[in-house]
């Protein structure tokens, strides 16, 4: 059953410090990492949600030893060649990067696997993986030519490939880096716009030798990667919803602790800054192989601005919550360009707008993004979350400012990326 939940705050305003939880993206790498490399990899700050489970639970059937005691993991392997052959399917739950990571990583071994996700999951394109793991050589079996999962994956010795990437995906790029440090030769990777670099710098703290000019990146195929401990910082995916909360409910003030700065992510942090927003950054030095610090944020008055190019990539997963606090700037905010939000975990240009609306906002979604007038005072109302963790969590921000309450149709679906966001948020709202 699930279980649907009514938000009701009565002009709150938000005070306090808020640790941020782990980064999703690299606490799915570090298990990842840990289980392709040889020897002991202990992880700090792992993110316990579902879609991070979800990874464990594929490289336990794959026979990797993992334990998990909180945010501590640790991972002993004997390198990729020594996986099981799983006797269950994978099952990758609602997560696109375990899923498609997982693709480039088994393509190579020399294990036989199946791999299957959720409804959505079933519904997410993967040719944009499956096409340059098949010109690697892999041998991918699933519905429409291996376009969709369930997929079935024979391992298969690969060779390198010079690839161009068709769209600006982490998801991708990682892919094809992982089944490239099992593969013959040099593998080649250039991107129109640079998205996320975790792979890359993971490679990099596991002793792989990875050369990043700009926009290509290159690896050399055959290289063993070494056993290590990894410090995950807090997701600025997480943080993003208390990031604006902070700023669009009056007289609030917060103070994030833990998030992560990689400057491939940072996007949401410039729009802040350019709508207005009263945004002030302390880094912590060496404390993780990424960057890291304290992010605190007031209430502001905030203008409308324009959002495209390759700011999109750095903001990709934030869009929702930015839709919301452009509801609130003054001005019109259009975000274009972003149309791969049509293939996240819903489509969410339209779960966006759609939703927002009924709460009373200006907004129209257009072929590649949205307008946005504001401000604009909302009202309550029943949302839905088409089991999207990130429209839900937005819906919940927005419950703050709206003049009467809002219910959500699906509270666990937030689990996904943020277990303890409700536990969190009741410790800031005043
Ligand atoms: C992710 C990459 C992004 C992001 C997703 C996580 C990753 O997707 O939206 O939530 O961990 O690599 P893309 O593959 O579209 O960049």
């Not at 938000?7 to 306090?16: E, I, M, T, V």
């Not at 020399?110 to 791999?115: G, K």
């Not at 429409?144 to 995906?169: C, R």
């Not at 030095?285 to 203008?303: F, I, P, Y």
Request: negative net charge.
């Amino acid at each position: 059953m699930v279980a649907s939940k009514l938000l009701d705050y009565a002009q709150p305003s938000l005070q306090g410090t808020l640790r941020i939880p782990g980064d999703k993206s690299v606490s799915h790498r570090s298990v990842m990492f840990g289980a392709i490399a040889k020897g002991i990899t202990t992880v700090e700050g792992f993110l316990q949600s579902d879609d991070c489970l979800s990874t464990i639970d594929c490289f336990k059937k794959l026979g990797v030893e993992i334990s998990v005691d909180g945010e501590s993991v640790r991972i002993t392997s004997d390198g990729i060649d020594a996986w099981n052959e799983p006797s269950e399917i994978l099952y990758t739950g609602n997560s696109g990067t375990t899923t498609r990571l997982m693709l480039g990583i088994l393509a190579g071994s020399s294990i036989s696997s199946v791999l299957i996700g959720d409804e959505s999951i079933q519904k997410r394109p993967m040719k944009r993986v499956t096409d340059p793991l098949k010109e690697m050589g892999a041998k991918l079996i699933g519905r429409a030519n291996a376009q969709l999962t369930p997929i079935t994956v024979e391992g298969a010795p690969l060779k390198a490939i010079q690839y161009e990437m068709p769209v600006a995906s982490a998801q991708v790029k990682s892919a094809i880096l992982l089944a490239a440090l099992g593969a013959e030769g040099e593998t080649i990777i250039t991107e129109k716009e640079t998205s996320r670099d975790h792979t890359e710098k993971m490679l990099q703290h596991f002793g792989a030798n990875i050369s990043v000019d700009d926009k290509t990146i290159s690896l050399l195929g055959g290289q063993a990667l070494k056993g290590t401990h990894v410090v995950v910082p807090g997701d600025i995916s997480s943080a993003a919803f208390f990031l604006v909360a902070g700023a669009i409910v009056p007289h609030s003030k917060l103070i994030l602790q833990n998030v992560g700065l990689n400057p491939t992510r940072t996007g949401i942090i410039d729009v802040l800054h350019e709508m207005g927003a009263t945004i002030t950054i302390e880094l912590d030095s060496n404390k993780s192989h990424e960057e890291m610090g304290t992010v605190q944020v007031e209430t502001s008055n905030l203008v409308g601005t324009e959002i495209g190019g390759d700011l999109i990539p750095r903001l990709i997963d934030e869009i929702p919550i930015i839709a919301l606090l452009a509801t609130q700037a003054k001005g019109k905010t259009i975000i274009r360009d972003a149309e791969e939000l049509k293939v996240k975990e819903t489509n969410r240009i339209d779960a966006v707008v759609n939703e927002l609306k009924k709460l009373g906002a200006n907004i129209i979604a257009t072929n590649d993004g949205m307008v946005i007038e504001g401000p604009t005072a909302l009202h309550g109302g029943d949302l839905h979350t088409y089991g999207d963790h990130r429209i839900g969590m937005m819906a919940a921000i927005a419950s703050l400012i709206t003049s009467s309450p809002v219910t959500i149709d699906n509270e666990a679906c937030i689990a996904v990326s943020y277990p303890n966001f409700f536990d969190q948020l009741s410790t800031v709202v005043k």
